[in-house]
Protein backbone atom coordinates (compact mmCIF):
# COMPACT_ATOMS: atom_id res chain seq x y z
CA UNK A 1 0.00 0.00 0.00
CA UNK A 2 1.03 3.39 -0.83
CA UNK A 3 0.08 7.12 0.09
CA UNK A 4 -1.10 8.76 3.06
CA UNK A 5 -3.09 6.79 5.91
CA UNK A 6 -6.40 8.58 4.76
CA UNK A 7 -5.69 7.59 1.07
CA UNK A 8 -3.87 4.17 0.93
CA UNK A 9 -3.51 2.48 -2.35
CA UNK A 10 -2.68 -0.46 -4.26
CA UNK A 11 0.07 0.36 -6.69
CA UNK A 12 -0.86 -0.66 -10.49
CA UNK A 13 2.33 -2.44 -11.01
CA UNK A 14 1.46 -4.52 -8.09
CA UNK A 15 -1.12 -6.57 -10.47
CA UNK A 16 1.27 -6.98 -13.57
CA UNK A 17 3.90 -8.60 -11.59
CA UNK A 18 1.70 -10.74 -9.54
CA UNK A 19 1.19 -14.66 -10.76
CA UNK A 20 -2.33 -16.47 -10.28
CA UNK A 21 -2.50 -19.94 -10.68
CA UNK A 22 -4.91 -20.86 -13.65
CA UNK A 23 -6.60 -24.66 -14.22
CA UNK A 24 -7.94 -25.28 -16.64
CA UNK A 25 -10.90 -23.96 -17.75
CA UNK A 26 -13.42 -27.01 -17.39
CA UNK A 27 -11.35 -27.46 -13.81
CA UNK A 28 -12.38 -23.73 -13.08
CA UNK A 29 -15.63 -24.30 -13.83
CA UNK A 30 -15.93 -27.09 -10.92
CA UNK A 31 -13.80 -25.16 -8.66
CA UNK A 32 -16.36 -22.37 -8.57
CA UNK A 33 -19.10 -24.68 -8.43
CA UNK A 34 -17.56 -26.15 -5.63
CA UNK A 35 -16.39 -22.86 -3.50
CA UNK A 36 -19.89 -21.76 -4.04
CA UNK A 37 -21.55 -24.77 -2.49
CA UNK A 38 -19.33 -25.13 0.46
CA UNK A 39 -19.27 -21.75 1.51
CA UNK A 40 -22.95 -21.60 1.22
CA UNK A 41 -23.21 -24.03 3.39
CA UNK A 42 -20.10 -22.36 5.75
CA UNK A 43 -23.14 -19.12 5.32
CA UNK A 44 -25.48 -21.38 6.78
CA UNK A 45 -23.59 -22.61 9.41
CA UNK A 46 -22.40 -18.77 10.46
CA UNK A 47 -26.02 -17.86 10.29
CA UNK A 48 -27.09 -20.37 12.72
CA UNK A 49 -23.93 -19.57 15.19
CA UNK A 50 -25.11 -15.95 15.45
CA UNK A 51 -28.77 -16.81 15.99
CA UNK A 52 -27.76 -19.26 18.87
CA UNK A 53 -25.22 -16.30 20.27
CA UNK A 54 -28.12 -13.54 20.11
CA UNK A 55 -30.30 -15.86 21.77
CA UNK A 56 -27.87 -17.04 24.53
CA UNK A 57 -27.04 -12.98 24.91
CA UNK A 58 -31.32 -12.66 25.72
CA UNK A 59 -31.19 -15.87 27.62
CA UNK A 60 -28.73 -14.01 30.56
CA UNK A 61 -31.13 -11.00 29.91
CA UNK A 62 -34.32 -13.27 30.85
CA UNK A 63 -32.59 -15.17 34.06
CA UNK A 64 -31.90 -11.65 35.46
CA UNK A 65 -35.54 -10.55 34.48
CA UNK A 66 -36.63 -13.91 36.52
CA UNK A 67 -34.50 -12.77 39.13
CA UNK A 68 -35.62 -9.52 40.00
CA UNK A 69 -39.09 -10.77 39.41
CA UNK A 70 -39.24 -13.58 42.26
CA UNK A 71 -39.40 -16.57 39.54
CA UNK A 72 -35.70 -17.80 39.65
CA UNK A 73 -36.01 -19.70 42.95
CA UNK A 74 -38.44 -20.17 45.54
CA UNK A 75 -39.64 -17.36 47.23
CA UNK A 76 -38.76 -16.85 51.00
CA UNK A 77 -42.06 -16.45 51.64
CA UNK A 78 -43.58 -19.97 50.06
CA UNK A 79 -40.66 -21.50 51.78
CA UNK A 80 -41.70 -20.14 55.02
CA UNK A 81 -45.28 -21.90 54.67
CA UNK A 82 -44.26 -24.85 53.54
CA UNK A 83 -42.01 -25.38 56.83
CA UNK A 84 -44.45 -23.47 59.07
CA UNK A 85 -42.15 -20.87 60.26
CA UNK A 86 -41.94 -17.20 60.43
CA UNK A 87 -39.52 -15.33 57.82
CA UNK A 88 -38.25 -11.32 57.81
CA UNK A 89 -39.47 -9.52 54.84
CA UNK A 90 -37.55 -7.72 53.28
CA UNK A 91 -39.39 -3.95 54.34
CA UNK A 92 -39.27 -5.12 57.89
CA UNK A 93 -35.17 -5.56 57.55
CA UNK A 94 -34.62 -1.94 55.94
CA UNK A 95 -36.84 -0.69 58.37
CA UNK A 96 -34.73 -2.06 61.28
CA UNK A 97 -31.23 -1.33 59.81
CA UNK A 98 -32.95 2.71 58.84
CA UNK A 99 -34.43 2.89 62.77
CA UNK A 100 -30.60 2.02 63.27
CA UNK A 101 -28.83 4.47 61.43
CA UNK A 102 -30.62 7.43 62.66
CA UNK A 103 -29.99 5.95 66.29
CA UNK A 104 -25.86 5.96 65.53
CA UNK A 105 -26.12 9.27 64.17
CA UNK A 106 -27.89 10.81 67.21
CA UNK A 107 -25.24 8.93 69.20
CA UNK A 108 -22.49 10.45 67.74
CA UNK A 109 -24.03 14.13 67.36
CA UNK A 110 -24.80 13.61 71.51
CA UNK A 111 -21.20 12.91 71.72
CA UNK A 112 -20.04 15.76 69.96
CA UNK A 113 -21.97 18.00 71.80
CA UNK A 114 -21.01 15.80 75.23
CA UNK A 115 -17.32 16.93 74.09
CA UNK A 116 -17.70 20.70 73.72
CA UNK A 117 -19.56 20.82 77.18
CA UNK A 118 -22.98 21.30 75.27
CA UNK A 119 -26.44 19.55 76.72
CA UNK A 120 -29.32 19.56 74.60
CA UNK A 121 -32.28 21.05 75.68
CA UNK A 122 -34.81 19.41 73.83
CA UNK A 123 -34.72 17.03 70.64
CA UNK A 124 -35.11 19.68 67.74
CA UNK A 125 -31.73 19.36 67.16
CA UNK A 126 -32.54 15.63 65.93
CA UNK A 127 -34.18 17.30 63.47
CA UNK A 128 -30.89 18.19 61.35
CA UNK A 129 -30.71 13.79 60.39
CA UNK A 130 -31.38 13.79 56.84
CA UNK A 131 -33.33 10.64 56.00
CA UNK A 132 -31.56 8.49 53.14
CA UNK A 133 -32.99 9.08 49.57
CA UNK A 134 -36.45 6.79 49.06
CA UNK A 135 -37.22 5.70 45.16
CA UNK A 136 -40.69 6.99 43.81
CA UNK A 137 -41.59 3.00 42.93
CA UNK A 138 -45.11 4.06 42.01
CA UNK A 139 -44.22 3.49 38.08
CA UNK A 140 -42.72 0.04 39.18
CA UNK A 141 -44.38 -3.01 38.63
CA UNK A 142 -45.94 -4.57 42.16
CA UNK A 143 -42.72 -7.26 43.66
CA UNK A 144 -43.59 -10.72 44.70
CA UNK A 145 -44.50 -11.42 48.57
CA UNK A 146 -41.49 -10.07 51.34
CA UNK A 147 -40.17 -8.00 48.85
CA UNK A 148 -39.85 -3.99 48.81
CA UNK A 149 -37.91 -1.22 46.76
CA UNK A 150 -35.07 0.58 48.14
CA UNK A 151 -33.25 2.97 47.30
CA UNK A 152 -28.90 2.91 46.34
CA UNK A 153 -28.44 5.27 49.35
CA UNK A 154 -31.29 3.14 51.46
CA UNK A 155 -28.82 -0.05 50.87
CA UNK A 156 -25.54 1.52 51.90
CA UNK A 157 -23.65 0.17 54.62
CA UNK A 158 -23.77 2.45 57.63
CA UNK A 159 -20.26 4.31 57.16
CA UNK A 160 -18.73 7.96 55.78
CA UNK A 161 -18.68 7.58 52.09
CA UNK A 162 -20.36 3.84 51.64
CA UNK A 163 -22.00 5.36 48.54
CA UNK A 164 -19.82 7.97 46.27
CA UNK A 165 -18.23 8.83 43.03
CA UNK A 166 -14.90 9.15 41.62
CA UNK A 167 -13.05 12.63 42.59
CA UNK A 168 -13.47 15.93 40.48
CA UNK A 169 -10.96 16.65 37.46
CA UNK A 170 -9.07 18.96 39.39
CA UNK A 171 -8.54 16.57 42.70
CA UNK A 172 -7.22 13.88 40.45
CA UNK A 173 -5.00 14.81 37.40
CA UNK A 174 -2.90 12.55 34.93
CA UNK A 175 0.34 14.15 36.22
CA UNK A 176 -0.86 12.57 39.66
CA UNK A 177 -0.38 9.01 37.96
CA UNK A 178 2.57 6.67 39.00
CA UNK A 179 3.52 3.49 37.90
CA UNK A 180 3.54 1.99 40.94
CA UNK A 181 1.49 2.53 44.43
CA UNK A 182 -2.39 2.52 44.92
CA UNK A 183 -4.05 1.02 41.67
CA UNK A 184 -6.54 3.18 39.84
CA UNK A 185 -10.16 2.07 38.78
CA UNK A 186 -11.88 3.60 35.35
CA UNK A 187 -15.06 3.32 33.64
CA UNK A 188 -13.14 0.33 31.29
CA UNK A 189 -12.49 -1.88 34.15
CA UNK A 190 -16.04 -2.09 35.46
CA UNK A 191 -17.06 -2.46 31.59
CA UNK A 192 -14.38 -5.38 30.58
CA UNK A 193 -14.98 -6.66 34.65
CA UNK A 194 -11.25 -7.04 34.53
CA UNK A 195 -9.08 -4.98 37.26
CA UNK A 196 -6.16 -6.42 36.18
CA UNK A 197 -4.45 -4.75 33.08
CA UNK A 198 -1.18 -4.49 32.19
CA UNK A 199 -1.63 -1.03 30.98
CA UNK A 200 -2.92 0.23 34.99
CA UNK A 201 -2.22 3.42 36.84
CA UNK A 202 -1.18 4.11 39.89
CA UNK A 203 -1.29 6.80 42.83
CA UNK A 204 1.18 7.79 45.54
CA UNK A 205 0.04 6.34 48.70
CA UNK A 206 0.24 9.34 49.76
CA UNK A 207 -2.28 11.04 47.19
CA UNK A 208 -4.77 7.88 48.33
CA UNK A 209 -4.83 9.08 51.67
CA UNK A 210 -6.17 12.07 50.40
CA UNK A 211 -8.52 10.44 48.21
CA UNK A 212 -9.77 8.48 50.76
CA UNK A 213 -13.44 9.18 50.28
CA UNK A 214 -13.01 7.51 46.87
CA UNK A 215 -11.01 4.49 47.76
CA UNK A 216 -12.56 1.25 46.12
CA UNK A 217 -12.16 -2.22 48.45
CA UNK A 218 -13.08 -5.67 48.12
CA UNK A 219 -16.48 -6.79 47.44
CA UNK A 220 -17.56 -3.04 46.57
CA UNK A 221 -20.25 -2.67 43.83
CA UNK A 222 -18.79 -0.50 41.02
CA UNK A 223 -21.36 1.34 38.33
CA UNK A 224 -20.11 3.32 35.45
CA UNK A 225 -22.03 6.74 35.24
CA UNK A 226 -21.21 7.40 31.71
CA UNK A 227 -21.59 5.18 28.30
CA UNK A 228 -23.85 4.07 26.03
CA UNK A 229 -25.91 3.98 28.08
CA UNK A 230 -24.27 4.07 32.05
CA UNK A 231 -25.15 1.43 34.26
CA UNK A 232 -22.31 -1.22 33.38
CA UNK A 233 -21.37 -3.02 37.03
CA UNK A 234 -19.02 -4.93 38.65
CA UNK A 235 -17.78 -6.20 42.01
CA UNK A 236 -14.37 -5.08 43.05
CA UNK A 237 -12.68 -8.38 43.11
CA UNK A 238 -11.11 -9.96 46.55
CA UNK A 239 -7.72 -10.35 46.44
CA UNK A 240 -7.29 -7.09 45.35
CA UNK A 241 -5.24 -4.16 46.52
CA UNK A 242 -7.36 -1.63 47.63
CA UNK A 243 -8.20 1.06 44.83
CA UNK A 244 -9.17 4.50 43.81
CA UNK A 245 -12.31 4.83 41.55
CA UNK A 246 -11.58 7.66 38.78
CA UNK A 247 -14.32 10.02 37.36
CA UNK A 248 -17.63 9.13 35.63
CA UNK A 249 -17.45 5.94 38.56
CA UNK A 250 -20.20 5.05 41.25
CA UNK A 251 -18.87 2.77 44.29
CA UNK A 252 -21.71 1.22 46.47
CA UNK A 253 -20.41 -0.29 49.42
CA UNK A 254 -24.36 -2.41 50.25
CA UNK A 255 -24.97 -2.77 54.40
CA UNK A 256 -23.87 -6.21 54.46
CA UNK A 257 -27.15 -7.59 56.93
CA UNK A 258 -29.47 -6.47 54.12
CA UNK A 259 -27.88 -6.99 51.00
CA UNK A 260 -25.87 -10.01 49.30
CA UNK A 261 -23.33 -7.93 46.71
CA UNK A 262 -23.65 -10.84 43.87
CA UNK A 263 -27.81 -10.36 44.27
CA UNK A 264 -27.47 -6.74 43.76
CA UNK A 265 -24.90 -6.64 41.23
CA UNK A 266 -27.68 -9.06 38.92
CA UNK A 267 -30.24 -6.73 40.31
CA UNK A 268 -28.02 -3.21 38.76
CA UNK A 269 -27.73 -5.52 35.76
CA UNK A 270 -31.36 -6.23 35.30
CA UNK A 271 -33.71 -4.88 32.72
CA UNK A 272 -35.85 -3.06 35.05
CA UNK A 273 -32.97 -1.06 36.52
CA UNK A 274 -31.31 -0.74 32.93
CA UNK A 275 -34.56 1.26 32.35
CA UNK A 276 -34.67 3.76 35.27
CA UNK A 277 -31.03 4.29 34.61
CA UNK A 278 -31.86 5.42 30.43
CA UNK A 279 -34.59 7.29 32.26
CA UNK A 280 -32.25 9.82 34.28
CA UNK A 281 -29.12 9.06 31.40
CA UNK A 282 -28.46 13.01 30.21
CA UNK A 283 -26.28 14.55 27.42
CA UNK A 284 -25.42 14.38 23.83
CA UNK A 285 -21.83 13.85 23.32
CA UNK A 286 -21.23 11.97 26.81
CA UNK A 287 -24.09 10.70 28.29
CA UNK A 288 -23.86 10.47 32.01
CA UNK A 289 -25.97 9.92 35.22
CA UNK A 290 -25.19 12.34 38.56
CA UNK A 291 -25.16 10.49 41.43
CA UNK A 292 -28.50 12.75 42.81
CA UNK A 293 -30.07 10.85 40.28
CA UNK A 294 -28.96 7.30 41.21
CA UNK A 295 -29.98 7.88 44.63
CA UNK A 296 -33.76 8.16 43.30
CA UNK A 297 -33.37 4.65 41.49
CA UNK A 298 -35.10 1.64 42.65
CA UNK A 299 -33.63 -1.74 43.67
CA UNK A 300 -35.92 -4.47 44.18
CA UNK A 301 -34.62 -6.32 47.68
CA UNK A 302 -36.11 -9.85 48.41
CA UNK A 303 -35.26 -11.00 51.87
CA UNK A 304 -31.58 -11.90 52.32
CA UNK A 305 -31.21 -15.46 52.63
CA UNK A 306 -33.49 -15.27 49.73
CA UNK A 307 -30.85 -13.06 47.69
CA UNK A 308 -28.59 -15.68 48.54
CA UNK A 309 -29.69 -18.15 47.02
CA UNK A 310 -31.31 -16.41 43.57
CA UNK A 311 -27.18 -15.57 43.70
CA UNK A 312 -26.09 -19.22 43.28
CA UNK A 313 -28.94 -20.13 40.78
CA UNK A 314 -28.48 -17.35 38.43
CA UNK A 315 -24.45 -18.03 38.72
CA UNK A 316 -25.01 -21.52 37.79
CA UNK A 317 -27.33 -20.69 35.29
CA UNK A 318 -24.89 -18.01 33.48
CA UNK A 319 -22.06 -20.26 33.89
CA UNK A 320 -23.67 -22.92 31.76
CA UNK A 321 -24.47 -20.09 29.57
CA UNK A 322 -20.89 -18.61 29.16
CA UNK A 323 -19.74 -22.41 28.51
CA UNK A 324 -22.06 -22.65 25.54
CA UNK A 325 -21.40 -19.15 24.22
CA UNK A 326 -17.59 -20.17 24.52
CA UNK A 327 -18.70 -23.09 22.17
CA UNK A 328 -20.25 -21.09 19.65
CA UNK A 329 -17.56 -18.68 19.35
CA UNK A 330 -15.08 -21.55 19.02
CA UNK A 331 -17.28 -22.77 16.07
CA UNK A 332 -17.61 -19.54 14.50
CA UNK A 333 -13.42 -19.42 14.33
CA UNK A 334 -13.70 -23.03 13.15
CA UNK A 335 -16.00 -21.88 10.26
CA UNK A 336 -13.62 -18.54 9.71
CA UNK A 337 -10.61 -21.22 9.19
CA UNK A 338 -12.76 -23.49 7.26
CA UNK A 339 -13.18 -21.10 4.62
CA UNK A 340 -9.40 -19.72 4.22
CA UNK A 341 -8.79 -23.42 4.24
CA UNK A 342 -11.52 -24.02 0.87
CA UNK A 343 -9.68 -20.80 -0.81
CA UNK A 344 -5.99 -22.50 -0.33
CA UNK A 345 -6.96 -25.73 -1.27
CA UNK A 346 -8.73 -24.34 -3.96
CA UNK A 347 -5.57 -22.45 -5.72
CA UNK A 348 -3.57 -25.34 -4.80
CA UNK A 349 -5.53 -28.14 -7.09
CA UNK A 350 -6.78 -29.97 -3.76
CA UNK A 351 -10.36 -28.91 -4.22
CA UNK A 352 -11.95 -30.85 -6.88
CA UNK A 353 -10.16 -34.00 -9.22
CA UNK A 354 -8.48 -32.98 -12.03
CA UNK A 355 -9.47 -34.32 -15.39
CA UNK A 356 -6.83 -35.90 -17.66
CA UNK A 357 -9.01 -34.94 -20.79
CA UNK A 358 -9.30 -31.07 -20.05
CA UNK A 359 -7.15 -29.26 -22.19
CA UNK A 360 -4.16 -27.66 -19.86
CA UNK A 361 -4.18 -23.67 -19.15
CA UNK A 362 -0.67 -24.15 -20.51
CA UNK A 363 -2.00 -25.37 -24.11
CA UNK A 364 -4.68 -22.51 -23.68
CA UNK A 365 -2.65 -19.54 -22.91
CA UNK A 366 -0.44 -20.20 -25.68
CA UNK A 367 -3.43 -20.35 -28.06
CA UNK A 368 -4.20 -16.92 -26.36
CA UNK A 369 -0.92 -15.59 -26.76
CA UNK A 370 -1.16 -16.73 -30.58
CA UNK A 371 -4.47 -14.89 -31.28
CA UNK A 372 -2.62 -12.15 -30.42
CA UNK A 373 0.61 -12.23 -31.89
CA UNK A 374 -1.68 -12.50 -35.24
CA UNK A 375 -3.56 -9.22 -34.12
CA UNK A 376 -0.41 -7.50 -34.08
CA UNK A 377 -0.30 -7.37 -30.24
CA UNK A 378 -3.07 -4.04 -30.44
CA UNK A 379 -6.11 -4.03 -28.55
CA UNK A 380 -9.19 -3.68 -29.72
CA UNK A 381 -10.66 -0.31 -29.91
CA UNK A 382 -13.34 0.53 -26.81
CA UNK A 383 -16.69 1.46 -28.11
CA UNK A 384 -17.75 4.83 -27.41
CA UNK A 385 -20.47 5.01 -25.02
CA UNK A 386 -23.29 7.16 -26.64
CA UNK A 387 -24.41 9.99 -24.44
CA UNK A 388 -28.29 9.12 -24.77
CA UNK A 389 -29.77 12.67 -23.19
CA UNK A 390 -27.21 14.28 -25.66
CA UNK A 391 -28.26 12.33 -28.87
CA UNK A 392 -32.05 12.81 -28.28
CA UNK A 393 -31.56 16.59 -28.17
Same mark, same amino acid.
Given at each position: ???????? *????????????? %??????? =???????????????????? #????????????? &?????? %??????????? /?????????? @?????????????????????? !?????????????????????? !???????? @??????????????????????????????????? +?? *?????? #?????? $??????????? =??? &????????? @? =?????????????????????????????????? +?? $? *???? =???????????????????????? &????? %????????????? /????????????????????????? +???????????????????????????????????????????????? !???????????? *????????????
Amino acid at each position: MTGTAGQL *RVPGRFFECQKIP %VPPLPEQ =HRIVETIESYLTRLDDAMAT #LERVQRNLKRYRT &SVLKAA %VEGRLVPTEAE /LARAESREYE @PASVLLERILAERRRRWEEAEL !AKMKAKGKTPKNDKWKARYVEP !AAPDASEL @PELPEGWCWAGPEQIAAHEKYALGIGPFGSNLKVT +DY *REEGVP #LVFVRN $IRADSFFEDDA =HYV &SVEKAIELK @P =HIARAGDLLITKMGEPPGDAAIYPFGRPDGVITA +DC $I *RLRA =HPTLMSTPYLLSAIRSPIFQRQIV &SITKG %VAQKKVSLERFKL /LAIPIAPLSEQYRIAREIDRLLSVR +DAALNTVLRQAQRVIRLRQSILKWAFEGRLVNQDPNDEPAEVLLERIR !AERSAGNGKKQP *RTRRVNTRTASA
